[in-house]
């Protein structure tokens, strides 16, 4: 029983429900605010683990979240395409995927969200970790993903811009092959 929460198991489901609901609608609460899961705008950064179903390329996931299917888009990086339609497979796509796919597939991992909770397409917006890494991170420092700076989701910019820069330096991944 959920202290606080009438009716028992069915009282505890419905709040759940209730409380996914508000995660993935993503969109203005009561009073214009964005609402998560505990119904206010800091609540909507509330970090929650999903287990990863499909790797779609090197920045974007599906994972299983409320019982639904949600594509992640990951914050703050951007690797070159594999399967975006009327796009030629971009250079080092292949081992931008490959390497996202090594480092979360049938992973259960952390999703930690920004200001923003969705992009225009609705995806979830997302920094990614498994076990003790920053995938987003991992992605940039071994020359997998460029940054890509879109406010307001900008959090760890000032990092992965760090990491930017000694990719490139090193000629690390993309930045010494392409």
Not at 52 to 71: C, H, N, S, W
Not at 147 to 168: C, F, S, V, Y
């Amino acid at each position: 029983m959920v202290p606080g929460v009438r009716g028992g198991t069915a009282g505890a489901l419905a709040l759940l429900a209730l409380l996914v609901y508000l995660l993935l609608a993503g969109g203005e609460g009561p009073g214009g605010t964005e609402a998560g899961p505990g119904g206010g705008a800091e609540a909507a950064r509330a970090p929650v683990s999903a287990p990863v179903l499909r790797v779609v390329d090197g920045d974007t996931i599906v994972v299983g979240l409320g019982g639904d299917e949600e594509d992640v888009r990951y914050i703050g990086v951007d690797t070159p395409e594999t399967v975006k339609p009327g796009e030629p497979v971009q250079c080092f796509g292949p081992e931008a995927s490959a390497f996202n796919r090594d480092l979360v597939a049938g992973e259960t991992v952390r999703l930690v969200f920004d200001r923003e909770l969705r992009d225009a397409y609705g995806r979830l917006l997302a920094y990614v970790h498994v076990g003790g890494r920053f995938v987003n991170a991992a992605l940039v420092r071994g020359g997998y993903a460029r940054t890509l700076e879109i406010p307001p989701n900008t959090d760890r910019a000032a990092l992965l811009a760090r990491l930017e820069r000694r990719a490139g330096e090193s000629g690390a991944g993309l930045w010494g092959t392409c």
